[in-house]
């Protein structure tokens, strides 16, 4: 896990998280807040070592790129975590759970961590500003966690890539005269755990989005986005039927009824009433929209099964295909074997 260790003041290798503390206050919180820092060697980690404590208040990270992978049955989800990111990866109690996974933790460069413990957090008490900062980076990263489950149900791969980028964009993008380079070496499959999808399929769709020239990979294996950022929802979308079912079943309020009650005659569109609303589309139109919506996210669901199906059987086919091979090898060999035994020259 660990190579180096040493202590550090937290404000010179983190200093964004002082912006709060008022500029006749800065050195003293310099002084008092000082954390150990440790140096991650590449590969798997093993997130707080034998010093895992839950009275500790967390892992700083500084440096690097660290992925966090929740194993579920045969599938992986991967969250990507840099600097500036707080950690927790302990807790309190091992709460049962009654959905079996796992957690593994990649450093994918090396990187170093500082340890946020138990005497860090006695001494944060003085300094409110430092622990409101620190806490904000954790609603950035469970913001940045939704945008990513967003990223995620979006309805092509191509988009949910083209998207995933254009937000890793905005933490490790730097803009060059081509376009905005993201210094990450993402394998296929990663990407695939990142916004949940099959490595065939991404390579499919990264295959389209460079033949658009709206995504390309260098030859170090870094990434360039082209064009102009994405996700803004079109027109089209925003006419999509918005879900009004009720979360807890409650009984109608006073305004459902109220709405319920309102004659035909006073609803905008109706005969013999006159409109100069803006012209919407009606029910049945709404309802064709979304009938389309959902049907085009059906279609790119069975394309990506069909796609790993087609996968399979190529590799079913040359696994046949070697058998096949290597039984007509042991054939020649045992007509050759029964030759020499019988003294017969070897068949040709």
């Known amino acids: ?73 045969d599938t992986v989800s991967t969250e990507l975590l840099g600097p500036g990111d707080v950690i927790r990866p302990w807790s309190m109690q091992e709460a ?9 933790w990649n450093a994918l460069t090396e ?47 191509d988009r949910r890539l083209l998207s995933l980028f254009w937000h890793l964009a905005e933490r490790w993008g730097r803009m060059t005269p081509d376009g905005v ?73 006073a305004d459902d009824a109220a709405v319920a009650s309102v004659p035909v005659g006073g609803l905008p569109g109706a005969v013999g009433e006159e409109d100069d609303s803006p012209e919407r589309p009606t029910v049945p139109e709404r309802a064709v929209h979304t009938a389309r919506v959902e049907l085009r996210e059906t279609v790119e669901r069975l394309r990506a099964e069909a796609q790993t199906t087609l996968d399979r059987l190529q590799e079913v086919s040359e696994e046949s295909r070697r058998l096949q091979a290597e039984s007509a090898a042991n054939r020649e060999a045992r007509r050759r074997l029964r030759a020499a035994e019988r003294g017969e020259p070897a068949p040709s």
């Open 96 to 104: 049962p759970s009654l959905l079996q996974l796992t957690i593994r």
């Open 1 to 73: 896990m660990t190579t180096k260790r040493r202590t550090l003041p937290l404000l010179d290798v983190d200093p964004d998280l002082g912006t709060l503390v008022p500029e006749d206050r800065r050195e003293a919180a310099r002084r008092e807040l000082d954390v150990e820092v440790h140096r991650l060697s590449q590969g798997p980690w093993t997130a707080g070592g034998d010093g895992a404590n839950p009275q500790h208040v967390g892992l700083l990270l500084l440096e690097g790129v660290v992925s966090r992978e929740v194993v579920v049955s």
């Open 111 to 157: 990187s170093r961590v500082a340890v946020l413990d138990r005497r860090f957090g006695a001494q944060l008490g003085r300094w409110p500003e430092v622990n409101a900062a620190l806490i904000d980076r954790l609603n950035d990263r469970a913001q940045r966690l939704a945008t990513t489950q967003a990223i995620s149900q979006l309805n092509r791969v």
């Open 181 to 253: 380079a993201i210094p990450l070496t993402l394998s296929h499959r990663m990407l695939g755990q990142l916004v949940g999808a099959r490595r065939p399929t991404v390579s499919t769709a990264i295959s389209d989005l460079a033949a658009r020239e709206e995504l390309v990979r260098r030859g170090d294996g870094t990434w360039l986005l082209k064009g102009e950022p994405v996700g803004v929802p079109t027109a089209d979308v925003e006419r999509v039927v918005p879900i009004r079912r009720k979360l807890l079943g409650q009984i109608g309020t």
